[in-house]
């Protein structure tokens, strides 16, 4: 091994190693952030999820225990290793001692202990257990406000009077409930007697936690449980088989980190490849050389194995430490986001695992390249650029295995073999798709005539035999496709989960609004609140085909045997849009005699209903025969009202209706707004969401930060990849303009040449990245995500010229100094 | 009574969507195979509906089918909407109406009390719905409810009060409470503990069936 030849080289190519090294880097920087930080989520949040059930295992009931459990939960409590305690939760009217005020309140008495894992965030900083004492009572803030009480004074609940501790500011056992017709109070189970209200004839919730100190005997102390329980009113869970919303959240998230990961590895692999073919066509000439002077393609391919795995280690380093640095300042990127314990680290099968994935990535894409050394002839020092394709069995079974080990690393990333192979097959057909459609182009210009001597040399030039055109064209496509795909997906999943939350989103919801209280409850609330009509009606038969209950049962998610909200309006809601029909209710279509109605795309996508398909409702006792006019689709997300079915005014106006409201009221302002509803209109129920929306809008604007950070790993990617091809194509360039110099054109002509092909390059690129963005977007968000799509074509546009821009730039940079040298120069160097 | 024509629902949709002609004529054409048939709306909350079952499971089915098999040539239309409180179901009489009942079984006022809303509102409502019932000369069954304990005793009694005072002022059959025998029951309802299941309604049906007999039996056009 020569390894000054080794330093030399390096040193001779320095921007297509350096090049190189990024891409190695890149490959890894991600796919080892996004894993660690998967095993740190994985392992935190099996013990958050201990904290947000409360308990190793818990029994629920809407009843008193029947007899066979309460045997058996004392049986499992008597070998002292298992603890336990009890809570009742339900609502009942608070009141201010002096009767004044009252207020629907949930309440939930806890025994001593409470709770076993997690905590209860007060607002005097103490510990939970050390407030809620005999005789007192910890309560929501909003109970203050809507009572005129503070924390000292005393609170009627059932037959207690009982003095108000402290203000709860969170608990990690009560998940995010949107609708709470009531604030909470936390009641000591030592008043539970004393408040005389959890009796026979009380709807209560029962539930006790336990705790056990040997972990293994969870299951078994479940099962125990669960086969002593009334099964249609008794349920035993345990903290891991719950279904944790936070759990689901993660797993959605780090999935689609993953995804981008793999996107970045394939990306920096294709820079890879191609920057090193940059590199070794380069050196051409010195294999040609080093072979006429008797070296072995086995000593070039080793020597030039050598240098890859030096630049990769380089490379490595770079990629697993900057992986590492990103994962450890995740705290700053997920603040407030990632569960409370996380504790973030590396692992020695964090970096096993980064090492493995890096050499495989690096082997895969630097194969086609270095397997190519061995094919330089001496005669190649006369010749063209060597043909660097496969041939033989050999090449073309080790390039399989490669492919295959790809195929692997991609689908034990995603952690999903459904997944991986809708990935890999579409990462295929992304590529054979851009082959077609790249091989098209390059017919169609092969055919344009034009009188401009430049742009025919252009054209020419980029389709001569030998010239690296299609591969180069296909690469950056793919490459701009990928990302293009990941703006659009990206820009997709905000319009739909993000955008959606604005600071604007309705925070006060009023139900049961009557139809003679309109006019009052608008001139109380303000002028540019908008009222919804609201009539219960149930479907009950579609084209004559009967709404099955038992059917609907087995399907997941919402059912069409339910209630519905019917409403009725002339106009779109703002965060409406058509997707069949172009008004609510054209009369064409619509038969004699049936009351046309708009639909919206959830319910029709929940019962196959398509336009003209004739429903027949029951409102409340009255037939409705309707006939499908349009279809709707929303734009907003769930924190704006939306309807199922939308009726013209004319038929629903008489029909029996309350109206709805969903107001944007500032947070501070909503208690005493509750109180003036309810003390005007004693009937209308109001729901208080702004604590949610608000934890919901933080929550999304912190997935944006995210997405946004991993997605710009992929986009470095692809710059270097546009560095590498320029890269890769500067000494076909730096011949054509000495063969154009010869030939007597001036620095002008060739100047023109370089740029009209540079263009076309780029055009090329762009124009397929584009098509075939659009067309993976769109697949991925219709198909997938089941969301909408918006092409938002403005990126499409400055993809486009940011990609002609780019090239021309770097084309003509590296291409000046070329024009500007002496023909005579160059053939003597080449020469010598 | 003095309602005179068709009672059934068909009519009330001609009212409201103004069929065209032909649709008319088949409608009626159906209309005539039911036309004897005299109709009492159910009117209600989800304990009405029947939450959580198929609609033949619900007591309006259940009462349809015990009172045809004991000769009575009656139609229980389900007018039950879950979730709904007294204001929602007094804004909804005028409808309700228009399906021209000879008798109407009015069960409402559990989601009131589930909400907190002041019993002296649901009262008001129930009030102006036995009125307007009066008013259209609709033989009543009023059902009363009793609400659960943990709302405090102070909301419960008077919440209790309500029903019985209201059937005496009002004079009208009075089913004293809607769950007799069945809340609470785990084995009569369904996990929830609030809503009956098959068997509870059942029960449901069988209370109420002699109170439904005496109205019928005293509507003077039987």
């Given amino acids: 091994m020569n390894l000054r030849f080794l330093l030399r080289e390096i040193a001779h190519s320095k921007s297509q190693s350096v090049v190189f090294v990024l891409c190695v880097a890149l490959s890894l920087i991600s796919i080892v952030a996004v894993n660690s930080l998967r095993r740190d989520v994985n392992s935190s949040i099996m013990s958050d999820a201990r904290s947000l059930h409360g308990g190793d295992i818990i029994v629920h009931s809407h009843y008193e225990y029947s007899p066979g459990l309460k045997t058996e939960i004392v049986a499992v409590l008597a070998n002292g290793t298992v603890q336990a305690v009890q809570t009742w939760e339900f609502y009942s009217v608070a009141r201010r001692e002096d009767g004044r005020e009252s207020l629907l309140s949930n309440i939930k008495v806890v025994q001593d202990g409470y709770p076993f894992y997690g905590q209860v965030l007060l607002q005097s900083g103490r510990p939970f257990s050390s407030v809620l004492l005999p005789g007192k009572v910890v309560v929501a803030g909003a109970l203050l406000k809507r009572l005129g009480l503070a924390v000292g004074d005393s609170l009627r609940l059932g037959e207690a009077d009982l003095e108000i501790a402290d203000v709860v500011l969170s608990e990690s056992l009560r998940p995010v409930d949107f609708f709470n017709f009531g604030p909470r109070i936390l009641v000591s189970a030592a008043d539970l007697n004393r408040l005389d209200l959890v009796s026979k004839g009380s709807r209560v919730h029962y539930r006790t936690l336990l705790r056990l100190e040997d972990e293994n005997q969870i299951s078994t102390v479940a099962l125990r449980l669960q086969e002593r329980s009334a099964r249609s009113q008794e349920r035993v869970t345990t903290f891991a088989n719950t279904e944790s919303r936070v759990k689901r959240f993660f797993d959605n998230l780090l999935f689609f980190l993953s995804l981008i990961s793999v996107f970045t590895l394939l990306l920096a692999g294709i820079g890879m490849q191609s920057s090193l073919a940059a590199l070794l066509r380069r050196k051409e000439k010195t294999f040609a050389m080093t072979r006429s002077l008797g070296a072995s393609g086995f000593f070039l391919t080793f020597h030039y194995l050598l240098l890859v795995m030096v630049l990769s280690c380089i490379g490595w380093a770079l990629g697993i430490g900057s992986g590492f640095m990103v994962e450890r300042n995740f705290s700053h990127l997920f ?233 009725y309006r002339e106009s779109l809601l703002e965060d409406e849009v058509f997707l069949q029909g172009k008004s609510l209710f054209p009369e064409q279509n619509i038969r004699a005699g049936i009351i046309p109605v708009s639909i919206l795309d959830t319910v029709a996508d929940m019962g196959d209903i398509k336009m003209a398909d004739v429903l027949l409702f029951n409102v409340q006792g009255v037939l409705l025969k309707a006939q499908v006019s349009s279809i709707r689709s929303r734009t907003k997300s769930m924190l704006y009202p939306f309807f199922y079915y939308v009726f013209p005014e004319k038929y629903l106006r008489t029909a029996p209706q309350t109206f709805f409201a969903a107001m944007h009221v500032e947070k501070e302002m909503i208690p005493q707004l509750e109180n003036d509803i309810v003390n005007r209109f004693p009937n209308v129920s109001t729901i208080n969401v702004s604590e949610t929306a608000a934890e919901l809008g933080k929550i999304m604007l912190k997935l944006s930060t995210i997405i946004t950070f991993f997605a710009s790993f992929s986009i470095l990617a692809g710059a270097l990849i546009l560095v590498s091809s320029i890269l890769a194509t500067r000494m076909a360039r730096v011949r054509e303009a000495v063969y154009y110099k010869i030939l007597g054109a001036g620095a002008r002509f060739v100047l023109q040449v370089f740029l009209f092909e540079n263009c076309l390059l780029a055009l090329l690129s762009g124009g397929c990245a584009i098509v075939l963005g659009q067309f993976g977007s769109w697949a991925v968000c219709s198909l997938l995500l089941d969301i909408d799509y918006n092409p938002h074509w403005k990126a499409s546009v400055v993809l486009l010229v940011g990609t002609v821009v780019l090239v021309l730039t770097l084309g003509v940079v590296s291409s000046y100094s070329i024009i500007r040298r002496k023909p005579a120069s160059f053939l003597r160097e080449q020469l010598s | 009574m003095l309602k005179t024509g068709h009672r059934i629902i068909f009519i009330a949709i001609l009212a409201i969507v103004g069929c065209s002609q032909e649709q008319q004529k088949e409608t009626e054409a159906v209309a005539q195979e039911v036309t004897l048939v005299e109709t009492i709306v159910a009117v209600g909350d989800s304990l009405t509906a029947g939450f959580g079952l198929d609609e033949n499971q619900s007591y309006p089915a259940v009462l349809e089918g015990k009172l045809r098999a004991a000769g009575y040539p009656y139609q229980v239309i389900n007018g039950g909407v879950s979730g709904e409180t007294s204001s929602g179901t007094l804004s909804r009489m005028e409808w309700i109406l228009t399906l021209e009942p000879d008798i109407v079984i009015l069960e409402i006022g559990v989601n009131d009390g589930l909400r907190g809303v002041d019993p002296q509102v649901t009262e008001d409502n129930i009030r102006q719905m036995l009125r307007l019932l009066e008013e259209s000369e609709v033989e009543v069954v009023f059902v009363g409810m009793k609400m659960v304990r943990n709302l405090g005793p102070g909301y419960v009694s008077r919440f209790n009060r309500i029903y019985p005072g209201l059937a005496e002022e009002f004079d009208v059959v009075f089913f004293p409470f809607f769950l007799e025998g069945v809340a609470m029951v785990s084995e009569l309802n369904q996990s929830d503990g609030v809503h009956p299941n098959a068997k509870g309604y059942a029960i449901i049906v069988e209370n109420m069936y002699s109170y439904v007999v005496e109205v019928i039996e005293r509507s003077p056009k039987l």
């Fill in chain 1, 335 to 567: 603040g407030g986001l990632l569960p409370a314990q996380i504790d973030l680290g590396v692992s020695a099968l964090d970096i096993l695992e980064g090492i493995g994935l890096g050499v495989l990535a690096v082997l895969f894409f630097t194969y086609l390249p270095l397997s190519g050394i061995k094919k330089v002839k001496p005669s190649a020092i006369f010749r063209k650029e060597t043909d660097y394709s496969l041939r033989g069995g050999r090449s073309w079974g080790l390039f399989g295995c490669g492919l295959l080990l790809l195929f692997w690393l991609v689908i034990y990333q995603l952690e999903d073999v459904r997944i991986g192979l809708y990935f890999i097959g579409g990462f295929l057909v992304l590529v054979a798709f851009t082959a077609l459609l790249v091989s098209g182009m390059l017919f169609a210009l092969s055919h344009i005539k034009t009188t401009s001597l430049s742009l025919r040399q252009a054209v020419r030039s980029l389709l001569q035999p030998g010239n690296a055109t299609r591969s180069i064209v296909v690469t950056l496509a793919s490459s701009l496709a990928v990302l293009l795909t990941i703006f659009l997906v990206e820009h997709n999943l905000f319009d739909t989960y993000i955008n959606s939350y604005p600071k604007d989103a309705p925070s006060l919801f009023c139900l049961d609004i009557q139809k003679n209280q309109q006019k009052d409850f608008v001139e109380l609330v303000g002028a540019d609140t908008e009222l919804f009509p609201v009539i219960r009606a149930r479907l009950t038969s579609i084209n004559g085909k009967k709404i099955s209950r038992q059917d609907e049962l087995k399907k997941r998610g919402d059912s069409l045997a339910r209630e519905f909200n019917l409403t």
